[in-house]
């Protein structure tokens, strides 16, 4: 079982800067597979960054490149995402993702990079970002 909380979010004026956390517990071993996502309402929940360390892939959509940043903690299961120079366009309930990674035909592990909602098992509640 494993858990994802968000916090962070809240009201900030455009040009300014946000971080969000999300804490992971529960079985978190392996999990390597991680993101942020967001969405508003009457769109699809799309990748906003992925960072996936058992390849050292990391994903930003072209909307927030140059202007967010995704981490991991030092030493806990934390995830996070520093957002700078905000947009109202950013407005959106913010979501974080974890997945173990999958096994590669042939040995090895992957995690997959369709972008897709559906290559993350785990997701947290939500926090809410409004920038105006």
């Known amino acids: 079982h494993v858990q994802l909380v968000e916090s962070g979010g809240g009201s900030v004026q455009a040009g300014g800067s946000l971080t969000l956390s999300c804490a992971v517990s529960g079985f978190t071993f392996g999990i390597n597979c991680m993101g942020w996502y967001r969405q508003v309402p009457g769109r699809e929940r799309e990748a906003v960054a992925l960072?996936?360390?058992?390849?050292?892939?990391?994903y930003y959509a072209d909307s927030v490149k140059g202007r967010f940043t995704i981490s991991k903690g030092a030493a806990l299961n934390t995830l996070y995402l520093q957002m700078d120079s905000l947009k109202p366009e950013d407005t959106a309930m913010y979501y974080c993702?974890?997945?173990?990674?999958?096994?590669?035909?042939?040995?090895?592990?992957?995690?997959?990079?369709?972008?897709?909602?559906?290559?993350?098992?785990?997701w947290g509640q939500g926090t809410q970002v409004t920038v105006s």
């Open positions: 993702a974890a997945e173990h990674p999958r096994r590669a035909s042939g040995g090895g592990v992957y995690c997959p990079k369709s972008l897709a909602r559906r290559d993350f098992a785990y």
């Open positions: 960072i996936y360390t058992v390849d050292g892939f990391i």
